[in-house]
């Protein structure tokens, strides 16, 4: 079964428009980590945000904001007045506990931003 | 934040030889980590887990005679990937989890591999 479900596979959004990026997931564990990473074209992993599964509240960094609602295991992404340089790859990740003090990470499949000038 | 470093960043090589691709921590001692492959326009999959000073985990799938993977220390490891041949050309990100694993893992900037 999929554990991290990002279901837009792509968005295009003019610039200045604000948008939202979703993502689901499923796990078993109480103690689990979210994630969410920026890949631009050329292709690093750019770190975004962590969120323990212990922690609900809100956040909001500059022109990012994240919604964390465990009730219905979602985990998204809004990015207010979208820019070009938001245009990239956008993957959600969950890390779950393997064992002997261990996690895994594992990605959505990713969703595309093209913000149109 | 800490850093990971992968070398090579872009590599060509001719079908059936051999490449190497090292991610190191530069900062922090890394106990674990994750070797990802991306193919275009898909999702990071992970290929397999290595632990500093012993064999690595790999996931099903994963020909663990092809992909070579070392830790020989806990501030590298090493993917070797083995008579290399065209559909092994990929993305590949190493990520590394500090000692005391708190979930959070940080990554390589990533090897292109392309195999003519």
């Known amino acids: 079964a999929q554990k991290v479900t990002q279901a837009q596979t792509e968005i295009s959004v003019v610039e200045k428009e604000d948008v939202t990026l979703d993502c689901v997931y499923e796990?078993?564990?109480?103690?689990?980590?979210l994630f969410w990473y920026k890949q631009p074209p050329s292709g690093e992993l750019v770190f975004l945000i962590r969120r323990n599964s212990f922690d609900e509240q809100n956040e909001i960094s500059g022109r990012y904001s994240w919604n964390f609602q465990k009730s219905t295991s979602s985990f998204n992404f809004t990015i207010t007045a979208s820019q070009v340089v938001d245009s990239a790859v956008y993957f959600c990740?969950?890390?779950?506990?393997?064992?002997?003090?261990?996690?895994?990470?594992?990605f959505g499949k990713g969703t595309k931003l093209s913000v149109i000038p | 934040g800490a850093v990971v470093s992968q070398h090579p960043s872009w590599v060509i090589c001719k079908s059936g030889t051999s490449v190497k691709i090292e991610c190191r921590s530069l900062d922090f001692q890394a106990t674990t980590m994750f070797w990802y492959r991306q193919f275009p326009k898909q999702s990071l999959m992970l290929m397999a887990t290595?632990?500093?000073?012993?064999?690595?985990?790999?996931e099903q799938g994963v020909e663990k005679d092809k992909f070579l993977i070392n830790h020989a220390s806990l501030t590298l490891s090493t993917l070797t990937v083995t008579s290399a041949h065209p559909e092994d050309s990929s993305f590949y990100i190493c990520?590394?989890?500090?000692?005391?694993?708190?979930?959070?893992?940080?990554f390589g900037e990533g090897s292109r591999l392309t195999v003519l």
């Open positions: 990520s590394a989890a500090r000692l005391g694993n708190t979930g959070e893992l940080f």
């Open positions: 290595s632990n500093e000073g012993s064999k690595a985990t790999y």
């Open positions: 990740a969950l890390s779950e506990a393997r064992g002997a003090g261990s996690y895994q990470l594992t």
């Open positions: 796990t078993r564990d109480t103690t689990y980590y």
